[in-house]
């Protein structure tokens, strides 16, 4: 039977799509996970892959026309169907599960529709007070409940803070797009949730028919069937130092010490690199919106330092005896695994290493932080060579397509952060318009949401190009693996004080190994030397880069 696929909202602020690109066309075979299309959001172009296998049968609008959202897109059924009811229908048809390779903000994401009606009679993506969980991140297929700020009993308001979401990638807040008293949750906190399954119940206990609603989720979801509402009750959240500075004390931190700010805010306040814990908010009860980041003025106060995490002390095994410890794979390291592994095995890899005298950003870095407002690290001297470096070369701002190479004309640069849990990359966008003080800025505040949990999916997507640097561990060289989709990353060692020899004399020297890994499908080893010819001879002379 045909399905429909309706134009998801794939940003916070997104109202319509546009078609940038269709990869099928009318009568094509599509699978499950193919790519459908690429639509342009508010905010960036999204890859729209498909969740079901057959013959696409029928699109909205051609390349470059509009769709609302939750307009008709496609319709995906068997060569030949009848679609004529289901074109007329549009919104009102049972919508296919598709999804977007991009996150889907919770606060847009209430009720996103499953793969199947729940039962017969009641499809829950169509239940005012159901709260599905709701896909967090491009490759998120559960979540875990990392805390509750409500509990069964307890009134909610629209804008209200529900759960803390932990997806593979991060632990993100879920906002309430309803209003009336939290009847039942899904889970409890720690516990797993798969995507579009039954996440919470929100509305009047008058009116609402919860046993009709539970009975539905158990009958779709592949777990056992939910824990009732009434037995299930949260433990209330307890701040930490990490969530917000303690001495401030402004409308926008609600009571268990977390900053209240709209999606957009936090985003803005990224770029800017502004600490929001910093600005007042005007929207209600104190949240802090859009215009509050437009209209902050910095002032003298640094930003908090983030709390330092403790990994539990390593019990010894007794001599002569075996013993081991098993821990479960996380989200996080989950998804590690899968798209290195994939990116290893699927993009081939190829090396260049080259050697970069030091000595004068040594001298260069110790002169701009005696007037930069924000300390400026080498990585940061690091990231804006390469991005200068990478407006000369846009053959390595670049991503295999399968069948095209996209050509990038802005430089977002990604920053490898390591976390206790694994990886993140947070993305430093427009590098090459920005300053040494304002990278500095960026980076610093990217580390430490990313080392808290507290990027949003807006902070790691679209890199154009990506910075793994292992200086400060002391690693003499190393090779960092591709991180999809780009083209190539680099690889940057310690600086290592040894004797050089400059014009016949051996004298005392600062050496720093930079190593790209290059998709060899994209770049070619001449390509790729160039580039990296161009950042060593950047860092050789820093002031060719202020130019």
Request: with cysteine; glycine share 8%.
């Given at each position: 039977?045909?399905?429909?696929?309706?134009?998801?909202?794939?940003?916070?602020t997104?109202t319509?799509?546009?078609?940038?690109?269709?990869?099928?066309?009318?009568?094509?075979?599509?699978?499950?996970?193919?790519?459908l299309?690429e639509?342009?959001?508010?905010?960036?172009t999204?890859?729209?892959?498909?969740y079901?296998?057959?013959?696409?049968?029928?699109?909205?609008?051609?390349?470059?026309?509009?769709?609302?959202?939750?307009?008709?897109?496609a319709?995906?059924?068997?060569?030949?169907?009848?679609?004529?009811?289901?074109?007329?229908?549009?919104?009102s048809?049972?919508?296919?599960a598709?999804?977007?390779?991009?996150?889907?903000?919770?606060a847009t994401n209430?009720?996103?529709?499953?793969?199947a009606?729940a039962?017969?009679?009641?499809?829950?993506?169509?239940q005012?007070?159901v709260?599905?969980?709701?896909?967090?991140?491009?490759?998120?297929t559960?979540?875990?409940?990392?805390?509750?700020?409500?509990k069964?009993?307890d009134?909610?308001?629209?804008?209200?803070?529900?759960?803390?979401?932990?997806?593979?990638?991060?632990?993100?807040e879920?906002?309430?797009?309803?209003?009336?008293k939290?009847?039942y949750?899904?889970?409890?906190?720690?516990?797993?949730?798969?995507?579009?399954?039954l996440?919470?119940?929100?509305g009047d206990?008058?009116k609402v028919?919860?046993?009709?609603?539970?009975?539905?989720?158990?009958?779709?979801?592949?777990?056992?069937?939910?824990?009732?509402?009434?037995?299930t009750?949260?433990?209330p959240?307890?701040p930490?130092?990490?969530?917000?500075?303690?001495?401030?004390?402004?409308?926008s931190?609600?009571a268990d010490?977390?900053i209240?700010?709209s999606?957009l805010?936090?985003?803005?306040a990224?770029?800017k690199g502004i600490?929001?814990?910093?600005?007042t908010?005007?929207?209600?009860?104190?949240?802090?919106?859009?215009?509050?980041?437009?209209s902050y003025?910095?002032?003298a106060?640094?930003?908090p330092?983030?709390?330092q995490?403790?990994?539990?002390?390593?019990?010894?095994?007794?001599?002569?005896?075996?013993s081991?410890?098993e821990?479960?794979?996380?989200?996080?390291?989950?998804v590690?695994?899968k798209?290195l592994?994939?990116?290893?095995?699927t993009?081939?890899?190829f090396y260049i290493?080259m050697t970069?005298?030091?000595?004068?950003?040594?001298?260069?870095?110790?002169?701009?932080?005696?007037?930069?407002p924000?300390?400026?690290?080498f990585?940061?001297?690091?990231l804006?060579?390469?991005?200068v470096a990478?407006?000369q070369h846009?053959?390595?701002?670049?991503?295999w397509?399968?069948?095209?190479i996209r050509?990038?004309?802005?430089?977002?640069?990604?920053?490898?952060?390591?976390?206790?849990?694994g990886?993140?990359?947070p993305?430093?966008?427009?590098?090459?318009?920005?300053?040494?003080?304002?990278i500095?800025?960026?980076v610093k505040?990217?580390?430490?949401?990313?080392?808290?949990?507290k990027?949003q999916?807006?902070?790691?997507?679209?890199?154009?190009f990506?910075?793994?640097n292992?200086?400060?561990?002391?690693?003499?060289?190393?090779t960092?693996i591709?991180?999809?989709?780009?083209?190539?990353i680099?690889?940057v060692s310690?600086?290592?004080?040894?004797p050089?020899?400059?014009?016949g004399?051996?004298?005392?020297?600062?050496?720093?190994k930079?190593?790209?890994?290059?998709?060899?499908?994209?770049?070619?080893g001449?390509t790729?030397s160039a580039?990296?010819?161009t950042?060593?001879?950047l860092?050789e002379?820093?002031?060719r880069?202020m130019?």
């Open positions: 039977m045909a399905e429909v696929i309706l134009m998801p909202r794939l940003s916070d997104m319509e799509g546009v078609i940038a690109a269709w990869h099928k066309k009318v009568g094509d075979p599509v699978k499950k996970g193919e790519l299309a639509v342009e959001t508010d905010k960036a999204m890859d729209l892959e498909s079901k296998d057959g013959t696409l049968l029928y699109t909205g609008t051609d390349k470059g026309g509009k769709i609302q959202v939750n307009d008709l897109l319709i995906i059924g068997a060569p030949g169907e009848d679609i004529s009811n289901l074109v007329k229908g549009g919104k048809a049972a919508p296919a598709a999804s977007a390779t991009a996150p889907t903000p919770a209430s009720a996103p529709a499953p793969t009606p039962a017969p009679g009641l499809d829950l993506s169509k005012e007070e709260i599905l969980m709701p896909r967090l991140s491009d490759t998120m559960e979540g875990v409940i990392a805390d509750w700020h409500k069964v009993g009134a909610v308001k629209k804008g209200d803070i529900l759960a803390d979401i932990e997806t593979d990638k991060a632990t993100m879920l906002e309430s797009y309803k209003e009336g939290l009847l949750v899904g889970a409890k906190k720690g516990e797993k949730i798969a995507v579009n399954d996440l919470a119940v929100i206990e008058k028919n919860l046993e009709r609603i539970l009975a539905a989720a158990s009958g779709t979801s592949g777990a056992s069937a939910p824990t009732v509402a009434s037995t009750t949260a433990a959240p307890s930490t130092t990490a969530d917000v500075d303690s001495t401030h004390s402004g409308l931190v609600s010490g977390r209240k700010a999606p805010a936090k985003k803005l990224a770029e600490d929001i814990s910093k600005v908010g005007s929207g209600d009860n104190g949240r802090i919106i859009k215009k509050d980041v437009d003025t910095p002032g106060a640094q930003a330092q983030p709390a995490t403790s990994r539990p002390a390593i019990p010894s095994a007794p001599a002569g005896q075996v081991y410890e821990v479960p794979v996380s989200q996080m390291r989950k590690i695994a798209r592994a994939e990116s290893k095995f993009a081939p890899h290493t970069v005298d030091m000595d004068k950003v040594i001298e260069s870095r110790a002169k701009l932080n005696e007037i930069s924000v300390k400026i690290s990585n940061d001297i690091v804006k060579a390469v991005a990478l407006k846009p053959a390595i701002n670049s991503s397509l399968g069948d095209k050509i990038n004309h802005h430089v977002n640069i990604g920053v490898a952060v390591a976390i206790e849990d990886l993140l990359v993305v430093v966008r427009f590098a090459d318009t920005k300053s040494l003080s304002q500095a800025a960026e505040d990217l580390a430490q949401r990313a080392k808290n949990k990027l999916p807006a902070d790691w997507e679209g890199s154009t990506t910075i793994s292992m200086g400060m561990f002391g690693v003499d060289e190393f960092a591709i991180n999809p989709p780009d083209a190539c680099l690889a310690s600086i290592q004080a040894v050089v020899v400059k014009n004399a051996v004298v005392p020297g600062n050496l720093m930079l190593t790209l890994s290059c998709d060899h499908r994209v770049v070619d001449a790729g580039f990296l010819q950042v060593k001879s860092l002379e820093p002031l880069m130019i």
